[in-house]
């Protein structure tokens, strides 16, 4: 019977979770200049700053892994802790800054800044690469949903760090 069920499930396969898009993403108006977002986001301690306890802890700046980071810290979502070292946010320009985690596990989180008439469309992405079958649905159904969240709070966090009196000055 075991035997069975062991076969089955290899034989399913990745099924409906092949072939998806992986990368977790939210957008939302921050009623701020784009030199402002940018000036929150290319400080080294905006990912502390931005991300509520339950999205990132453990932000460790004296010890990361990899000489090339800044940062090493934990991101949850969902049933996923992952501890990462990060680099320095680094400005792409005058509307793109973003953070470089390294690792055989790291992936790039970038924010896209379009400047509106008074206020500007900010766009957090995570781009990822899916994990391998049989984590796919665990992943799409509980990780990526908790992962956007994470995204969607964050930008909350920067509209209101975007109108701190030091973030224009």
């Not at 069920?5 to 108006?29: E, F, H, Y």
């Not at 990899?66 to 090493?72: G, I, N």
Request: charged fraction near 20%; proline fraction near 10%.
């Amino acid at each position: 019977m075991l035997l069975w069920l062991a076969a089955s499930i290899a034989l399913a396969g990745p099924g409906k979770w092949a072939d998806r898009n992986a990368d977790v993403s939210a957008t939302a108006t921050v009623h701020a200049p784009p030199a402002v977002i940018r000036k929150v986001l290319t400080d080294p301690h905006v990912l502390e700053h931005l991300y509520p306890s339950s999205c990132a802890t453990d932000y460790d700046y004296d010890e990361p892994k990899d000489p090339k980071a800044t940062v090493c810290l934990i991101y949850t979502a969902g049933p996923m802790h992952r501890r990462l070292d990060a680099m320095a946010p680094e400005g792409k320009g005058p509307t793109v800054v973003q953070v470089e985690h390294l690792g055989n596990k790291g992936f790039v989180t970038r924010w896209t800044l379009t400047p509106e008439d008074d206020a500007t469309e900010v766009q957090m992405s995570t781009y990822l690469q899916p994990p391998p079958w049989p984590f796919r649905r665990i992943f799409y159904t509980r990780v990526r949903p908790a992962w956007v969240q994470c995204h969607v709070e964050a930008l909350q966090q920067l509209e209101n760090l975007a109108h701190k009196p030091d973030a224009s000055g």
